[in-house]
């Protein structure tokens, strides 16, 4: 007998299709936690899996197996139901909500434990995206820098203005040789620039939209067409405000110091906001210390509403 998560795929993909591997596998029986929202399995992972002898069990969509199969694999549910991932922003902070001092110092506001915690965070992403003002401000690589990981996800920079340098740390090979793709959004064109990004391998999208910005929406989009199922955002208070504001965020999570560091700059700026009733409104997932820290998950409210959309 065997129990999956996920209906066994019946197409080539990526890997060739689970169900020839359960087949040759000769096992009497699947447990399937929940069908596939791809269309190009939607229910022939079943059937393939019967036609050939093999008896299958499919969970009660609102079992607690299968509600906790779809929230393990929410980024894909999300690609597949509405089209664009699910998008996870990273914030650290003081607890009085200050991430970074006047002068921009923000290194380090949270101890070795919580950043741990947070590079583990990245690498269960498909891509971690940034604005433009931290890759000029802190110069960052933005990869995962831990001892066990076997992939990098992707880089996203949001670069309305095509002001990426190409000397950016962000371009350099990653430790252990291991390969990823630094995607570039931009409104603004200068055919020079983008050549001299493209020869340090970026790849470039034009996405213009409002006021010379880069249009997030279709961002998530295209994103999504990059099969990204899980987006994990580190950026600074300004484009943090952008997501927020449009709505285009789906969970946060956050890290708080036990320190207060007074005037500098926050997490986000959107707003301001006329009535208390408008703010974004939040569930928290989970409370946890991480060292000396706390760690917060919070979702906003029903932004995962998808999930709990009867499959099969």
Known sequence: MAFVTLEPCSHHGRTPPCCDALIAAKIGKVVVASTDPNPLVAGQGLARLRSAGIAVELLPPHSDAARASRELNIGFFSRMVRGIPWVRM?????LDGTS????????????????????????????VLTGIGTVLQDDPRLDVR???????????????????????????????????????????????????????????????????????????RDLAKREVNELHVEAGSKLNGSFLREGLV????????????GAGAGVSSFGPLQQLKDGIKLNFTSVDREGDDLRIVARVQGRDAFLQTEQG
């Open 250 to 261: 789906d969970e946060l999570l956050v890290y708080l110091a036990p320190k207060l560091l």
């Open 100 to 127: 970074a001092l006047d002068n921009g110092v923000s290194q380090w506001i949270t101890g070795e434990r919580a950043r741990e915690d947070g590079h583990a965070w990245r690498a269960r992403a498909c891509a």
């Open 90 to 94: 990273k914030m650290a902070a003081s």
């Open 146 to 220: 831990l001892p066990e990981v076997s992939r990098q996800p992707h880089l996203v920079v949001v670069d309305s203005d095509l002001s990426t340098p190409v000397t950016a740390r962000l371009f350099e090979p990653l430790a252990g040789g291991l390969p990823r793709q630094v995607w570039i959004y931009h409104a603004a064109l200068d055919p020079r620039k983008e050549v001299a990004l493209r020869e340090r391998g970026a790849l470039l999208t034009h996405l213009p939209g409002a006021s010379n910005k880069v249009d997030l929406h279709a961002l998530l």
